[in-house]
């Protein structure tokens, strides 16, 4: 079992910048991949930034060069710096890992950015 936590999201101006931190515990070893997804107006998740354990890295194409994942494997830690926030970054984001073959969600932190 994996347990995974969001932080710090809020309420930014338009191109503002956020750090969003996820703090995994349970079976932290196992896990293998990473990511951060949101959740906009829409009724799916979208993928923004993905990194394995190798350190490999994926953006989805909307925030590629402003955002970037990075792993903290002393805290157990995944963050995302989110740079030149735009209005429709909006939304929930939710922390991923997988393990194991499992998924495992966080609860989710909101962003908003005020145009």
């Known amino acids: 079992q994996v347990q995974l936590v969001e932080s710090g999201g809020g309420l930014v101006q338009a191109g503002g910048s956020l750090r969003l931190s996820c703090a995994a515990s349970?079976?932290?070893?196992?896990?293998?991949?990473m990511a951060w997804y949101r959740q906009g107006p829409g009724p799916q998740r979208e993928l923004v930034a993905a990194m394995t354990s190798g350190g490999s890295t994926n953006y989805a194409d909307s925030v590629k060069g402003r955002f970037s994942i990075s792993r903290d494997n002393a805290k157990n830690t995944v963050a995302l710096q989110m740079n030149s926030l735009k209005p429709e970054d909006t939304g929930v984001y939710y922390c991923l890992a997988r393990a194991d073959g499992y998924r495992y969600w966080g609860q989710g932190t909101q962003v908003t950015v005020s145009s």
């Open positions: 349970g079976t932290i070893g196992s896990i293998n991949y």
